[in-house]
């Protein structure tokens, strides 16, 4: 029994365990934050008044959340929930300030060859753990951290959940995106480098890209390449080998440098569009494959495909069903777009069957569904019928029935299994 939460397989099923050794299967809510889309003086009111009202409204909610079956708090929650002996995850962004290949959603893919790639990763856990060790290394309730959200392995192009890999391929669109750099980039003089250590010789480059280059130099300079489509594409599948083992080995060790107690939850991945050969290097470093989806059904064709290359434990840390029109939402964004019913009973039956067919999987230790609340707009630009609550604060109780019923069904079969 450790004090911290762990993974293991009991009859061929791999599950999450407690810091008691119980065994958890992780049903979580993302974005436990108060964004009640009314007036400040209406949040205040309804939860008690000028003081202790915020209080109030967390523990009122997650009272509620708990009251559904859920038994995680997910992404993207007050820090109020720290203390507390839920189990949780933290998302700590840790490329947030780092320089980038590419501005996809304004965030962007780091260039993993910059110092500031290495800088960032500091300061981002110095900014979280600050003031905070007790709160964090030592809280054996914290499940563990996302290294970052949504990378887009992939690179600049293609759209959200749109992006889908065939089985067994590596897209190097995000290596483009390295070779698009300036010459004086970071980035840019690593894929010279890489190319350079290669082929040692410019003769032998030339030879296999059947090209007439005078110099590993005009590569810096050049966006596009003279090559045989075949094998600079290879070149570019085993460059971004590089990439995922740079981003992966230096987030997975500076992390441990300031919590060593914890699980790496990966850097939930986005359906089906991370490259293989990502994933292989991946599995050497994450406790935990973290993915999100949004999809009518459980997407087990892709995460049969998906464990049998990571060999690791798998957890949805995004999903969601969501109601348009009856609802109030003529344009629904991002992922809500791939997953709109007709009615809130509608979202509790594809709640039902998504969650349970993912627990029949012997790979996976939890959902975490996407949101709280519904979004009407925010700086992220989210629209849809994402929450448990709408934006007034009141309960999809026909949905909600839904979710309760199979959580619960969940929970009893996980400790039937317990008390074999």
Same mark, same amino acid.
């Given at each position: 029994m450790g004090q911290y939460f762990s993974t293991k397989k009991v009859d061929g099923k791999w599950f999450l365990v407690d810091p008691k050794?119980?065994?958890?299967?992780?049903?979580?809510?993302? #974005?436990?934050? #108060?964004?009640?889309?009314?007036?400040? +003086?209406?949040?205040?009111? =309804?939860y008690g008044g000028e003081r202790g009202w915020f209080e109030n409204w967390a523990e009122t909610? @997650?009272?509620?959340?708990?009251?559904?079956?859920?038994?995680?708090?997910?992404?993207?929650?007050?820090?109020?929930?720290?203390?507390?002996? &839920?189990? /949780?995850?933290?998302e700590l962004r840790l490329t947030k300030h780092a320089k980038k290949v590419n501005s996809v959603w304004g965030v962007g893919f780091p260039d993993v060859f910059d110092k500031?790639?290495?800088?960032?990763?500091?300061?981002?856990?110095v900014d979280v753990f600050y003031g905070k060790e007790e709160m964090l290394i030592h809280n054996s309730p914290l499940i563990g951290y996302y290294t970052d959200n949504e990378l887009h392995?992939? +690179?600049?192009?293609?759209?959200? +959940?749109?992006d889908d890999q065939e089985q067994g391929s590596d897209s190097t669109g995000l290596i483009d $995106?390295?070779? *698009? =750099?300036?010459?004086?980039?970071?980035? /840019?003089?690593?894929?010279? $480098?890489?190319?350079?250590? /290669?082929?040692? !010789?410019?003769?032998?480059? *030339?030879?296999?890209?059947?090209?007439?280059? #005078?110099?590993?130099s005009e590569l810096l300079h050049n966006h596009q390449y003279r090559a045989k489509p075949d094998v600079i594409k290879q070149d570019k599948i085993e460059f971004l080998? @590089?990439?995922?083992?740079?981003?992966?080995? !230096?987030?997975?060790? &500076?992390?441990?440098?300031? $919590?060593?107690?914890h699980m790496n939850l990966g850097c939930r991945l986005v359906g089906t569009s991370a490259p293989d050969i990502v994933l292989k290097v991946m599995s050497e470093y994450v406790d935990v494959v973290s993915i999100n989806f949004y999809s009518m059904q459980f997407p087990k064709d892709y995460l049969d495909h998906l464990y049998d290359i990571v060999k690791k434990?798998?957890? &949805?840390t995004e999903f969601s069903f969501c109601c348009a029109k009856e609802s109030g939402f003529l344009a629904s964004t991002n992922?809500?777009? *791939?997953?709109?019913?007709? *009615?809130?009973? %509608?979202?509790?039956?594809?709640?039902?069957?998504?969650?349970?067919?993912?627990? %029949?999987q012997p790979y996976m230790v939890g959902t975490h569904w996407f949101a709280l609340y519904d979004y009407v707009g925010d700086e992220h630009g989210l629209i849809g019928n994402y929450g448990l609550f709408n934006h007034q604060d009141c309960e999809w109780k026909e949905m909600t029935s839904w979710v309760r019923e199979t959580n619960n069904n969940i929970i009893q079969d996980v400790n039937s299994k317990m008390n074999k």
């Open positions: 050794g119980n065994l958890f299967y992780s049903l979580g809510v993302d #974005c436990m934050v #108060c964004q009640i889309r009314e007036t400040k +003086g209406d949040i205040v009111e =309804l909610k @997650l009272k509620q959340v708990l009251g559904m079956g859920f038994n995680t708090i997910g992404a993207w929650h007050e820090p109020y929930y720290w203390s507390n002996n &839920i189990p /949780k995850g933290i500031s790639f290495g800088a960032s990763i500091h300061q981002q856990l392995w992939w +690179g600049s192009a293609g759209q959200w +959940g749109k $995106d390295y070779i *698009n =750099l300036s010459a004086d980039s970071a980035g /840019k003089k690593a894929w010279v $480098d890489f190319i350079k250590a /290669k082929y040692s !010789t410019i003769q032998q480059l *030339n030879g296999s890209w059947e090209s007439e280059y #005078c110099d590993f080998e @590089l990439v995922a083992r740079v981003y992966f080995e !230096t987030t997975s060790t &500076i992390l441990k440098q300031y $919590d060593s107690n434990p798998i957890m &949805i992922g809500a777009q *791939n997953v709109i019913v007709k *009615n809130q009973s %509608r979202r509790g039956e594809e709640y039902q069957k998504f969650v349970m067919d993912a627990y %029949r």
